[in-house]
């Protein structure tokens, strides 16, 4: 009897992936992100996916005010093997900071989820997790709802706290304390 053949899977570093794109091999907007060195499919922008992305961005614009940005579905440098593109991303200093290399440390990570709900609480939060990102929040689209993630165990890959917020209630950003931000102000 011939043994069944194991399944091989090619993980990629961000070198390999950033050289995909130079070579064309992927396109600048083709809808994937590389997370744990694997090619993920991007969630679809259903129209309430891209509202709420732009109802996130518009309110940490206003929370955090001068000293930050925020970028909207761009590439972060999380780790060797990782470059996702989060739906928001809050960052100390300003864009041209960034000329010649992605982000690496955001205050802040937003990700919109319909369709991908179980990516945003699994493979992604464990990715945040693991490289220490503070606040993750998921707007989550399915329950209505803001899912908070913080304190990263780096080691457990995954986070001690998570609180579910509902529409009328508000929440802080760990980086902007004085800041309130409603959930209602999040969902479309």
């Known amino acids: ?20 794109i130079a070579y064309d091999v992927l396109g600048e907007d083709e809808p994937v992100e590389l997370l744990d060195g694997l ?3 991007k969630e679809p922008q259903y129209s309430p996916h891209r509202t ?15 000293g930050w940005f925020v970028q909207v ?24 900071d960034y000329t ?12 919109v989820a319909l369709s991908g709900l179980r990516i945003a609480r699994g493979r ?3 990715a945040y997790a693991r490289a220490g990102l503070p606040d993750y929040w998921i707007v989550n689209l399915v329950d209505q709802v803001l899912e908070v993630h913080r304190q990263p165990d780096r080691v457990e890959r995954r986070y001690a706290s998570i ?21 209602a102000d999040l969902l479309p």
């Open 73 to 96: 579905q761009s590439p972060i440098a999380l780790d060797r093997r990782s470059e996702p593109e989060p739906d928001v991303a809050v960052i100390s200093g300003a864009l041209r």
């Open 39 to 41: 090619l993920l499919v």
């Open 163 to 183: 609180e579910t917020r509902q529409l009328d209630d508000v929440v802080t950003p760990l980086a902007v304390p004085d800041a309130r931000i409603r959930v």
């Open 100 to 111: 010649h290399a992605h982000p690496a440390r955001p205050a802040l990570i937003v990700e």
């Open 1 to 20: 009897m011939r043994q069944a053949e194991r399944t091989r899977i090619r993980r990629w570093t961000r070198r390999e992936y950033e050289r995909l």
């Open 124 to 126: 992604k939060a464990r």
């Open 52 to 66: 709420a992305v732009g109802l996130a961005a518009e309110a940490l614009r206003v929370a955090f005010g001068a």
